[in-house]
């Protein structure tokens, strides 16, 4: 079994841009890098494009290639493989684990989504997202409203049953 993101939490970015890595996501990120070993670093692709988007989403190795190879299988030059393929090759980069569990985020990426001296980090199963701690805090208003329509005392868990994806 692939094991996942989870958990949620803020990490301090230095002036640098560097930021620590959560330890429970590293050894996931260890685990979706097919050419991970010992002593070597695992590496991991953030995606930054999508200009809608106040966050990088992060993605190991593994999960990266899962949707390359969605995207590989649009038929060549349509408008929507060009667009994924920009979003997801050309606005994003490689990044590696160094050997304290720190990754440094570019000041680019950093301007992108507002990041000064903080980053929240957000676990999301299959990936993981970066955010400025209060974009993130604001981001959960849809959240809220979605569970404020459920009938008092609902168990979240009927959300699986409805089969939606929205």
């Known amino acids: 079994m692939v094991r996942r993101f989870r958990g949620e939490g803020a990490q301090k970015v230095d002036a640098k841009g560097r930021v620590s890595i959560p330890a429970s996501y590293r050894a996931v ?3 979706g890098d097919p050419n991970w070993s010992e002593g070597k670093m695992p590496e991991f692709v953030i995606v ?3 200009s809608r988007r106040d ?3 992060c ?8 949707v390359d ?3 590989s299988r649009m038929p060549r030059g349509s408008r929507k493989r060009r667009a994924l393929e920009r979003l997801f090759n050309g606005q994003s980069l490689s990044a590696s684990v160094d050997e304290t569990g720190r990754i440094v985020l570019p000041l680019k990426q950093r301007q ?4 000064e001296d ?3 980090f957000v676990a999301m199963g299959d990936t993981f997202q970066i ?23 609902a168990d979240i868990w009927t959300l699986l049953e409805d089969g939606e994806g929205d």
């Open 59 to 66: 993605f190991t190795i593994d999960a990266a290639n899962e």
């Open 131 to 153: 955010w400025k701690p209060e974009t993130y805090t604001a981001s959960e208003a849809p959240i809220d409203e979605l569970l404020d329509t459920m009938p008092e005392g």
């Open 118 to 120: 903080k980053a929240y």
């Open 112 to 115: 992108k989504i507002g990041i």
């Open 48 to 50: 930054y494009g999508d």
């Open 69 to 71: 190879e969605r995207i």
């Open 55 to 57: 966050f990088l989403e």
């Open 29 to 31: 990120l260890r685990d």
